[in-house]
Every structure is written in C-alpha cells, then in structure tokens.
C-alpha cells in the first residue's frame, strides 16, 4: 500500500509543477503533453502489475491492495494534490505583491 501511495503521489506531484507558475486545474493544464500522459499511464501499469500480478508480486514481495484501500490511496492523492495546488495559489498571490 505504501509503494502505490508513492506512485500516486509521485503523479500529483508530476502535474503539480508541470505547472509551476500557474494553475494545474485548467483543460489546458490538465491536456498536458502527450509525453505527460504516456508516462502517467505507463507507470499506472507498471505499478498495477506489479500489485496484482502473481510473479511479481513474488519478485518484489508485494500483495494485491483491496479496492477499499486503493480508493483511499487515491484520495489520499487527490488530498494531496488540492493541499500544493493552495500553496501554490498562496505563495504566487504573495510573489505579486
């Protein structure tokens, strides 16, 4: 649970400064580049193999995650993006002034 909390995270974090200086939460924002987007959902399979697949849940010693706790490893990923995106929105109204 803690590794895909990670990836999660890691994600948030991706588009969180992609967008540095601006909002992440407009359709330009979250269009993105194509590069973006073909690593988020490569890395979204990636971790989905190695949580559900047998073998490499061997490999890596690693369990599937019940959908209850997938669902608040995603919160837990939408919680953190809205809490950077307000400090981001505080910190470039203060940079104005």
């Known amino acids: 649970m803690a590794l ?29 580049t194509l590069a973006v ?16 697949l047998p073998p490499l849940q061997q490999v890596f010693g690693t369990r599937a995650v019940p959908i209850a706790d997938g669902i608040l490893i995603v919160a837990v990923g939408a919680i953190f993006f809205a809490i950077i995106e307000v400090e981001k929105q ?4 203060f940079r104005k002034r």
Request: charged fraction near 10%.
């Open 4 to 32: 895909n909390t990670l990836v999660v995270l890691e994600i948030c974090h991706l588009f969180f400064i992609r967008n540095i200086y601006g909002t992440s939460l407009t359709w330009r924002a979250i269009q993105a």
């Open 37 to 52: 987007w073909i690593c988020v959902i490569a890395i979204t399979l990636a971790q989905l193999q190695l949580t559900y």
């Open 90 to 93: 505080l910190r470039l109204t």
